[in-house]
């Protein structure tokens, strides 16, 4: 519903609803079809699904982007520094 956030977990990721938007972080897993280890294989990882999502759904999938501290509010390292994973977001 409209001006409801929302945090949804998946095997691979969590997605977050806000507005209009989702965004989806890949987080460090490995099992099975979903072996993410490490940032560079979550960025190549986000890299592709924005890839394929752009072709199957046009220009619906706006881009992929690194996680990082906002000045003030750092997430886990200094503020503007890369901390983990990429997040993916397109309209919801």
Known sequence: MPGEEQVIKTQEAFVALAADLAFWLKIPVSFGRFDLP?????????????QLNRALAGDICIGAAPLAGCPGIPVGGTAGSNVDGRQCHCPA
């Open 38 to 50: 490490t940032l560079a294989v979550r960025a190549i990882t986000c890299s592709e699904d924005v």
